[in-house]
């Protein structure tokens, strides 16, 4: 028998006023695209931002649905955007922002398993890591700097 450690490290700032300009108007992209999620269920509004290699940038907001569990959360709907439209682009940073109608989120929301699942799908593909930037409504922003951090045992292609 063996013992296994993982460690992860995030980089945090304090408020997006702190983010680089770049990352900045990323998240607030992020944050307008939340406000127009479809959560009428949960009340739990979710925007994500992509910023692709090409330039682009790719938005989704969480879409639910009466027949639970068949709606999507932010991050997949970007991320397959971004695949339909630009199969070729690289996503370089993702922004996400979550906020709930009913109690203040202050503090940083990450991607939930599927979504954490579906950029490492999407960050093996591209062999290039995605920077990940997520918070609540307000307060601190959290930076994984691959989807290793919050997935350290990935389950990809090699695996069938």
Same mark, same amino acid.
């Given at each position: 028998?063996?013992? $296994?450690? *993982?460690?992860?490290?995030?980089? /945090?700032?304090? @408020?997006?006023?702190?983010?680089?300009?770049? /990352?900045q108007s990323?998240?607030?992209? &992020? $944050?307008?695209?939340?406000?127009? &999620?479809?959560?009428? +269920?949960?009340?739990?509004? !979710?925007? &994500?931002?992509?910023? =692709?290699?090409?330039?682009? !940038? /790719?938005?989704?907001?969480?879409?639910?649905?009466?027949?639970?569990?068949?709606? =999507? %959360?932010?991050?997949?709907?970007?991320?397959?955007?971004?695949?339909? $439209?630009y199969p070729?682009? #690289?996503?370089? #940073?993702? &922004? !996400?922002?979550?906020?709930?109608?009913?109690?203040?989120?202050?503090?940083? *929301?990450?991607? %939930?398993?599927? %979504?954490?699942?579906?950029?490492?799908? +999407?960050?093996?593909?591209?062999?290039?890591?995605?920077?990940? +930037?997520?918070?609540?409504? @307000?307060?601190?922003? +959290? =930076? @994984? #700097? @691959? $989807?290793?951090?919050? =997935?350290?045992?990935?389950?990809? #292609?090699?695996?069938?």
């Amino acid at each position: 028998m063996k013992e $296994i450690s *993982i460690n992860t490290s995030f980089t /945090v700032y304090q @408020s997006v006023a702190e983010l680089p300009q770049d /990352v900045q108007s990323l998240m607030e992209q &992020a $944050i307008e695209i939340r406000k127009k &999620a479809y959560a009428p +269920y949960s009340k739990f509004r !979710v925007g &994500a931002a992509l910023l =692709l290699d090409n330039g682009k !940038v /790719v938005l989704g907001s969480n879409q639910e649905n009466a027949a639970y569990p068949s709606g =999507l %959360c932010a991050e997949r709907v970007a991320i397959f955007q971004s695949g339909a $439209i630009y199969p070729e682009a #690289k996503i370089v #940073k993702m &922004a !996400v922002s979550a906020a709930s109608d009913t109690n203040k989120t202050t503090t940083p *929301i990450p991607p %939930c398993g599927a %979504c954490r699942q579906s950029i490492s799908e +999407y960050e093996f593909k591209q062999e290039y890591p995605i920077e990940i +930037y997520f918070m609540g409504e @307000s307060g601190e922003v +959290y =930076l @994984s #700097k @691959s $989807i290793s951090n919050l =997935l350290p045992l990935t389950f990809d #292609k090699n695996f069938l």
